[in-house]
């Protein structure tokens, strides 16, 4: 290979040259290619889960028509970290009917946190205008379903509420 | 094509293509100019898979290392696209080697392309930099350790303390090493390499290929075009080179990663393999003369090749006209080689050395199969709290400690839990019970001393062994049957323990049960609840632990007091 056939064309030849060119330059490409396509997507589809029970405080500090704002908190792993006892998220909880009821802060709009106005004595969002009654229903601004409640379980006097994230902006209750 | 007719109109792109690719190579294509382009593509490579990289890394203290782990041993495809990032620095010191070589061979450093090798030499030395300040990234053991032995000569040679602390972010390491590591190496390596590489590959185009020393009439007649000929080869080495990287990335699983970096610990650190040379050199020049093996001899070698182009006096670039050249750079890649070789021999009959780089395996093994559940955000070195009788340990240091002692640490508030229910323990409590060892600051503190009138030293030893051989399946199969009968014997007719204490489980008495004392079933039920009536009854103060700790919690904590008998 140290040395050309000479300077007369060789078109065959060349041809021949460079479709190996082509070949092994698409199959050097591929090499890091290929496999970061798993790496790249390795996380995304995964599913966050059905959520867990937290501990959300005391029946008798609950009670009440007034929503209270509780914060729930668990370990959490996130990638390579697990942190002890860190803020998952948080919910307005109420009596209704002697029954606690939760709803989700997460705004079913676009995912603001709900906020509760006590002189109206309503769930509003702040971003687009939302309005949610204490029942979590819609009645005014854009979002799509009402607020979405959470399941809440009550055992010795302790209050524990499942906290799951809802997809926004669909009119369907669907776990992200 | 007329969607390339298109573009070319407006964009010029076939022009573009062609200046880049037609160019003649006087005397034809040859083999041995493929380093050059093999460089460019292993480049172009490690940045393809160094952004890859970046996709999970974050150049943390705290995070460094598990999040190398986490990409390394959970993301697809992870421990694949690191080791070849890993080998591929590697290999580019090879083929940097190789095309100093060729160049040095054919004389191509000679006028007029003296500018040419100097770029490259610059090159070279940045590769060395990428390698060195890509191996501290990880944070792990082998990084850490064999960098803080290049800054240390850094801080070592006269006037680099400031280049040292720079590098650094101050006088030790830490968050701001990392960043600063990771941004010469992410940020200012690959832009000065880039910058050279543009103007190597100017200066190249400019003067073309170093021919063979062939008459001019025979080059021209021999001419061939780099597009398609040349590049051919180039491609040829450049899936070479790449099926050897997929081979041994494959082979080694990838790149090691070491347990996380200890700045405790004493790790066998070796740099990496290119690097074993100048670790060998430190070796023959200690104390003042350290200087000559970090800066002078290194310094020398440099020197000679940036001024090859003035040493080389020779009126031709034939080989036998260059000989004095070639032998010198020859001497100087021979000493290299030997440094190495000695370097490896060194170690691999040294065991001490082998002996640390097995434990170093074993504990980089361990921490990586607990890093798999996640580590706390406070570093690196909390993956070891993932460890069960780590966590153990903190729920005794929690919940236990605030009243016990075990290994020098805890309050006396009640019983010291060093070589609980051994025979030794027991032999000193019933001589004296009222020790604060013992039960001494608790309410439990109403058994009477046995004093040596009451039993020798040798019947309470006795006793002892009857014991132990009463507390459970596994301690009684150490004991000594002789003693545990003759113990029996002491027991019923002559000592008056069982005023106190029962020898079965269940049944009421002012003193504790005996029955399988100190095993972890018997631990397990102080700890759930110590007043039971067959336990400590009224005079109990430890809380009940049944509600505050899991049964699983329990259990381990008490299999781990239970396993403290041999302190």
């Known amino acids: 290979m140290s040395s050309g056939s000479g300077g007369e064309p060789d078109a065959g030849r060349r041809g021949v040259l460079k479709l190996g060119i082509g070949a092994l330059g698409v199959g050097l490409a591929a090499v890091p290619v290929v496999p970061a396509i798993g790496y790249l997507l390795f996380p995304t589809g995964s599913k966050a889960g059905e959520g867990s029970f937290l501990p959300a405080g005391k029946r008798s500090a609950l009670a009440g028509a007034v929503p209270v704002r509780v914060e729930l908190y668990a370990d959490k792993v996130d990638a390579w970290n697990k942190t002890p006892d860190v803020k998952l998220g948080s919910c307005w909880v109420l009596e209704r009917d002697g029954a606690l009821q939760a709803f989700s802060t997460v705004c079913p709009h676009l995912g603001c946190a709900v906020d509760y106005d006590a002189e109206s004595q309503k769930f509003k969002c702040p971003c687009h205008r939302s309005a949610f009654g204490l029942d979590g229903a819609v009645e005014a601004g854009p979002s799509p379903r009402p607020l979405d409640s959470l399941e809440v379980k009550e055992e010795n006097g302790l209050v524990a509420i499942r906290l799951v994230r809802y997809r926004q902006g669909v009119s369907q209750k669907e776990p992200v | ?567």
């Not at chain 2, 400690?401 to 805890?410: N, V």
């Open chain 2, 1 to 567: 094509m007329a969607l390339l007719d298109w573009l070319d109109e407006r964009t010029g792109i076939r022009s573009a293509t062609r200046l880049m690719l037609e160019e003649d190579v006087p005397g034809g294509a040859r083999l041995r100019y493929v380093f050059g382009s093999v460089l460019v593509f292993l480049f172009m490579q490690q940045v393809v898979l160094g952004i890859l990289l970046a996709f999970y890394y974050s150049p943390s203290a705290t995070d460094a290392w598990a999040s190398t782990a986490y990409l390394n041993d959970q993301v697809t495809s992870g421990w694949f696209l690191r080791g070849l990032h890993h080998h591929g620095s590697s290999a580019m010191v090879v083929v940097v080697v190789l095309h100093l070589l060729q160049v040095v061979f054919a004389g191509a450093y000679r006028k007029p392309r003296e500018v040419n090798w100097w770029t490259g030499l610059l090159m070279g030395a940045i590769v060395l930099a990428f390698a060195l300040t890509g191996y501290l990234l990880p944070w792990d053991q082998k990084g850490y350790w064999a960098t803080q032995v290049a800054t240390g000569i850094m801080g070592s040679v006269p006037g680099g303390e400031p280049l040292q602390q720079f590098v650094q972010g101050g006088p030790e390491y830490g968050n701001l090493t990392l960043t600063r590591f990771f941004a010469l190496h992410v940020f200012v390596l690959p832009i000065a390499l880039a910058g050279l590489l543009g103007v190597h590959l100017l200066l190249f185009r400019k003067h073309g290929v170093t021919p063979p020393d062939l008459p001019e009439a025979e080059l021209q007649r021999k001419t061939q075009p780099f597009w398609p000929n040349q590049l051919f080869l180039d491609v040829l080495a450049m899936a070479v080179c790449a099926a050897v990287l997929v081979g041994l990335t494959v082979k080694t699983h990838g790149a090691e990663l070491f347990a996380p970096a200890d700045p405790a610990s004493n790790f066998v650190a070796r740099p990496e393999w290119y690097f074993l040379f100048l670790f060998q050199l430190l070796k023959y020049f200690q104390g003042p003369l350290q200087i000559v093996a970090t800066v002078l001899l290194p310094g020398a070698a440099a020197v000679y090749l940036f001024a090859l182009p003035f040493v080389d006096r020779a009126k031709s670039r034939a080989v036998r006209s260059r000989w004095a050249v070639l032998s010198g750079v020859g001497i100087l890649m021979a000493g290299v080689t030997a440094l190495t070789a000695v370097a490896i021999a060194e170690d691999n009959n040294n065991e001490s050395f082998q002996h640390g780089v097995e434990q170093a395996h074993a504990e980089a093994t361990r921490a990586r199969e607990l890093a798999r559940e996640g580590v706390a955000p406070v570093g690196g070195l909390a993956v070891f709290d993932n460890d069960p009788e780590q966590k153990t340990r903190m729920l005794f240091k929690e919940h236990c400690a605030t009243c016990h002692t075990l290994e020098g640490k805890g309050s006396e508030e009640a019983p010291t839990l060093d070589g609980f229910t051994s025979r030794e323990w027991l032999t000193a409590l019933v001589r004296s019970p009222r020790d604060r060892r013992f039960y001494g600051a608790t309410k439990h503190n109403t058994m009477e001393p046995l004093t040596t009138e009451q039993a020798s030293d040798e019947e309470l030893a006795a006793v002892v062994e009857y014991l132990i051989g009463l507390s459970g399946a596994s301690a009684a199969a150490s004991v000594d049957a002789a003693m545990v009968a003759r113990g029996k014997e002491l027991w019923d007719k002559k000592l008056e323990c069982s005023s106190c204490h029962e020898l079965e489980a269940g049944k009421d008495s002012t003193g504790p049960t005996l029955a399988g004392r100190g095993s972890p079933a018997w631990v397990a039920r102080i700890i759930r609840d110590s007043s039971q009536k067959d336990l400590y009854g009224d005079t109990a103060e430890m809380p009940k632990f049944a509600d505050k700790l899991t049964q699983e919690q329990i259990e381990a904590l008490a299999q781990f007091v239970a396993s403290r008998k041999t302190p």
